[in-house]
């Protein structure tokens, strides 16, 4: 059976932490040792309360950020986002952009996808700027961790759009390309955040 198929059938079910954790546990499973694995679990308490499908993307920032003027107005590193959106791909993140102008204020946004922007240009954006919320693809966002462009330390939320279907109905995590490189961020930096308090997950 095709994933679309079996998706077109079923009601939309919205993404909450069991649906990470789980898909974190089948991947690493069989790779690492049960001390690694035990590292790379995430608790209930690193996660946001997920979106449960009636809310818009603005609205949902607005319920796990209630006081996302205070942290807008201390942010002042560059090199950094206070909030960071993954997204399947670079059409999503300017999709998601454009819905979030009620939350975001006058705070600034930087398109971290590789479509038509060169990584170099990112990196240097970054470094000389100050910037509120980063929206990109798992792919770039990882490069830009890995060449030293985005450090996470600042970053206090993490958002996985979690719940959106392409045209062909599939999630971000129903694309092996999209799903590796979310993974492989997360295995990188962000659960070792998360674990540490620093970070939280959001499923939207």
């Not at 240009?121 to 970054?126: D, G, R, S």
């Not at 993974?183 to 930096?189: A, C, G, N, S, V």
Request: some cysteine; aromatic content about 6%.
């Amino acid at each position: 059976k095709k994933i679309s198929d079996i998706l077109e059938k079923s009601a939309p079910k919205p993404g909450v932490p069991k649906d990470l954790q789980d898909l974190l546990s089948q991947h690493f499973g069989t790779r690492r040792s049960v001390i690694e694995i035990e590292e790379l679990k995430l608790s209930d308490s690193c996660f946001l309360p997920a979106n449960d499908l009636t809310h818009s993307f603005s609205s949902y920032l607005k319920e796990i950020c209630p006081k996302w003027a205070k942290l807008r107005k201390n942010h002042k590193e560059t090199k950094s986002v206070v909030i960071l959106v993954i997204c399947s791909s670079a059409l999503r993140c300017l999709e998601l952009i454009k819905s979030m102008t009620a939350f975001k204020g006058d705070c600034r946004v930087l398109k971290l996808f590789a479509k038509h922007i060169k990584i170099k240009e990112q990196m240097t954006m970054l470094e000389k700027g100050v910037f509120h919320i980063g929206v990109g693809t798992p792919g770039r966002i990882k490069a830009l961790v890995e060449q030293d462009g985005l450090c996470l330390n600042s970053t206090k939320y993490m958002i996985l759009d979690w719940n959106w279907r392409d045209q062909k109905l599939r999630r971000m995590m129903d694309i092996p390309e999209i799903k590796k490189e979310t993974i492989d961020l997360l295995e990188m930096r962000i659960i070792k955040l998360c674990r540490e308090g620093s970070v939280k997950l959001g499923l939207f």
